[in-house]
Structure formats: C-alpha cells, structure tokens
C-alpha cells in the first residue's frame, strides 16, 4: 500500500503542469492497487468516491479556464478561440502552451470583436486567472485523492 501511495502521490506533478491528467492517473494507479489487492480494501463506494473526485477534477479542468474567462467578459466568440488556443498552445509549447494559447485565442477573438484594448485583456487575464484557480483546485483535490486512498487502502 505505502508504494502504490508514493506513485500516486507522483499525480500531484500532473495537477501543476497543465495538460498532463493527474488525477485520472491517480484513479488509474488506485484500480491497479485493487487489482494487485484483489479487492481486498477497496470497496465499491471507496471507488466511487475516488471516480467522484476524478470527474469533479476533470469538469475544474475543462471549465475553470472558460469559467474564468467569461467572468472577465469574454464573447462566446472569444471561448471558441479560447479552446483552439489552448489545443494549438499545447501541441506548440507542451505542457504550459495551454494557458498561453487560451490567453491569446482570448485576447485576438476580443480584440476582432472590436473591444477595447482594455477589455480584451482583461477577458484574456480572467481565462488566465481562471486556469491558475482550477490548478489550485487541482490541488486540493489530489491532496483529498491521497488521503482518502490511503484512509481507505487502511480499512
């Protein structure tokens, strides 16, 4: 149990760097701990609640970036360039493009639209500041992920 917490607490690397799924690596390692445990542990509902916490994480990382874009302002114009920014940042400068090309598809979709310096900045700045909070939440989730497993890997 003590190994599989160490290589799941490596899914913490995954929730900093942008683009890599650090807790959907984590439920993945706690399934193999199962596997290799034969069920031993683990119940249905301890998996659940993991899966649970993967998908809250997930959802934080889909729409923490769009959420915060659009709380600066943003079109919905600008959240479309915003997601190809994102797709073209991440295959252009991996693992941090993401949060640059969101910015910037955000600030060019604003700046076409005829808003103000001014406005597109702060649209792209809340895309950027949306991200950095679902990070942070990423973080306090994957702590939860660790203590939960190992609180369950214990029973």
Same mark, same amino acid.
């Given at each position: 149990?003590?190994?599989?917490?160490?290589?799941?607490?490596?899914?913490?690397?995954?929730?900093?760097?942008?683009?890599?799924?650090?807790?959907?690596?984590?439920?993945?390692?706690?399934?193999?701990?199962?596997?290799?445990?034969?069920?031993?542990?683990?119940?249905?509902?301890?998996?659940?609640?993991?899966?649970?916490?993967?998908?809250?994480?997930?959802?934080?990382?889909?729409?923490?970036?769009?959420? =915060?874009?659009?709380? @600066?302002? /943003?079109?919905?114009?600008? +959240?479309?360039?915003?997601? *190809?920014? !994102? #797709? %073209?940042?991440?295959?252009?400068?991996?693992?941090?493009?993401?949060?640059?090309?969101?910015?910037?598809?955000?600030?060019?979709?604003?700046?076409?639209?005829?808003?103000?310096?001014?406005?597109?900045?702060?649209?792209?700045?809340?895309?950027?500041? =949306?991200?950095?909070? @679902?990070? /942070?939440?990423?973080?306090? +989730?994957?702590?939860?992920? *660790?203590? !939960? #497993? %190992?609180?369950?890997?214990?029973?």
């Amino acid at each position: 149990m003590i190994i599989f917490a160490i290589v799941i607490s490596l899914g913490i690397v995954g929730v900093v760097i942008p683009a890599i799924p650090g807790i959907p690596y984590m439920l993945a390692i706690a399934l193999l701990y199962e596997i290799f445990d034969k069920f031993q542990h683990l119940t249905w509902i301890d998996l659940a609640i993991l899966t649970f916490v993967t998908v809250v994480s997930v959802a934080t990382d889909y729409f923490s970036g769009m959420i =915060g874009a659009k709380y @600066g302002g /943003a079109s919905k114009k600008a +959240l479309l360039y915003g997601i *190809i920014g !994102l #797709f %073209v940042g991440l295959i252009i400068f991996p693992p941090f493009g993401g949060m640059l090309g969101l910015f910037a598809g955000v600030l060019v979709a604003e700046l076409l639209n005829k808003k103000t310096h001014e406005q597109a900045v702060k649209a792209a700045a809340g895309s950027l500041l =949306g991200s950095l909070a @679902g990070i /942070a939440t990423n973080l306090v +989730l994957a702590v939860l992920f *660790i203590i !939960l #497993f %190992v609180i369950f890997a214990l029973n």
